[in-house]
């Protein structure tokens, strides 16, 4: 179905005080302050959404690029609904619960059925088809923090497949143990996949605290009845934005350094961290190096829907298939907004040796040399998969995944003497790789 | 009205496993776990509130108690119902939001109204009529953290008095910047009031990084449009009630040592800190000093409906009023589960000799001797008013008012080897002063 959701964009006034947006050093807290003040939550489809493309428009030409423009693509709209979680005699008690991005509503009167808990997705795959049929799959899964985050990548997969692992054995629905590090409150989204011939259940997850609560639970009464009520909607196709800007090369114009984030967020926060931050660097970083003349192109895209499964970053690279090769460099800044403590690049054997004169410009900021491995962020894997260069600037991620995808990623999350030490880095990458005649792929 | 709400108390077989409550020193813990998730939150008038009191009396008994009873008192019910509160275009998003206990609901359709914002609610009271007239009015007043949890007497006021303030003025709503000390996105509830002959308007607590966001908006848009929809319940007249349980003294029976806290919690948390750990720390108490056959009685009483504003322990005060020259003592665990830190007393000067040589057996603890001007703790300051001597256990706050009374208040917070030193400091005062025959009103 396509919808008729058609957002007139005169009726997009932002309405905001003239402002001057400073080329200063703390450009880009000011432009993700303003993102998350004036826009705030922005899920990719939604009106929300739409604005925030104005939005990026408008400053972008305030803040002077050469060129500003949008690039159009269709995308599965989804839709939040009202989620309630219950638990039944002799507990009595609600749960905090949030729908899994994607996921399908339950019946008006909500699923109610008994429970079975795995530890890992991986117990739930091996588990017999007898315990979990006709029941509510419970995956609780611990994590523990570190400055990568890298937990995040072990136990992520119960929420993106744990419903069609779950459905394959007869479960009528999954809620999970929030993919985050916090004891707080919060319950935690993201996006969650179905698969063709596999039945299509309601997925959710609970906060961290109610995870806890509910295998205390569990514990003294294994027969216990949960009920499942969520009212998400899937109405169909729409379209999103890329939105796109140039600083013009002065000398090799047409070889392009891609510096990107993402512009869409989750509903519930306001999309500070992820990936406000990441808009606020990017911006700001090409707009004070026009001061500079930068020999070669700096263009900035700010990805729509990255969330939904990177699919502004897919469009782009079909759009611009034939352009890849002028694509001499390319990188995401999409982890928060911690300070960056590590250079890693995705380039060619060769181009290490100017990776590593780079990198000691990078040193008085504390950003030691990393790995050959980088992905360059999650929308420029896209790019880096058809052989662009890339390179990744690694942020502290010790509490991202405290705040990552909850209500509770908002501006006070920022820190902004460490946005501060970002926009540095930035800046300086940028440059030298705007300014060599470097090639990356060799 | 008197409400025909009867709960069949057969009704409540609270059906846990049997389980063997160990005289330890992890009593205290295991009881408030025991009641966070067997019964969870526990709004006083409500079904849970009951379930609470029939779990209060089977755990006294359990743990060997010579009597347990129950007092019943009559409360004015109020029930939260969803509350919504959105800012116009051009900034269309939702602020996190929760009633304030004993609010209105707004009508259905909501309030929609320009705001008029103030840090203070003395700034409120010096308000031009024309200024606030058919206004939102928001109260933006920040707070500081503490050991003692200072700032929160002198904010609350603004929760507890700024609805009356407003309306005088001719506001049609009021807001209020939670009364707490986290930047994690949750509002603080907690019980407000009105004033015969003032306008009934409804009231409600933003989080902080809501509250930052609101004033953020407000610098860019003093116009704009804030719409408050909630659909709270003032039903009427119920019953709630005190439990009370003694362990009977050796020597002196009839002299009554009151230790106390509240059994009834706000209704978005699980009720741990606030006041679940207070509940587990003196039922705890009593139980592990039976064993010694203390010389005078305690008493342990889990008042009913402190949050709604001490009704169960004025209820009690009223009921016992004859009898309080036999208390000589009364003290409330009510601050959290923190490090106890000092010894508070309020009692007569010859006393202070004793409780000296009291806080020498504390202070190997951390426990230094504080002023003789303690309350006893929220409900037991209703009996000090009636001349019990008291004494205050003071607990560190530091972080009490970054989870009370949110949905953040879960058992997860309380660190166990806090409770325990608790449950040592509570064992001393109350042994020493159970054992001893010094009158504490001289």
New interface residues.
Partial sequence: MRLGLTFILAA??????AETLKLDKDLAYHLV?SL??????RLAGT??DL?SVVWAEQRLQQLGFDKVWREPFDMLYWERGAAKLTVA?????SL?VTALGGSVGTPFDGISSQVVMFNTLEDLIQANKADVQDRIVFINHALERDIRGGFYGQVVGGRARGAVEAAKLGAKAIIIRSVGSS????AHTGQMRYEDGVPRIPAAAIS??DA??LS??LV??PELTLSLQMNNNLPGTVTSHNVIAEITGSKRPDEIVLISAHLDSWDE??GALDDGAGVGLVMATAALLKQEKPERTIRVVLFGNEEGGLIGARAYAARHHQQLANHVFASESDFGAGRIWRFDTGMGEQALTFARELQKKLAPLGIAMGPNTASGGPDVSILKAQGVPVASLMQDGTDYFDYHHT??D????IDPAALRQNLEAWLIMTREIANSQVNLRQ
Same sequence: chains 1, 2.
């Fill in positions: 997009f006034s932002l309405n905001v005080q302050e998350t003040v004036e826009i705030g939550p009106e929300a604005r005699a002799p507990f009595n008690q905090v004891n707080n409150r919060f961290v605290p806890q609560q205390k639970m003294i009464n926060g306001t209500p509770n908002t501006l006070d999350k």
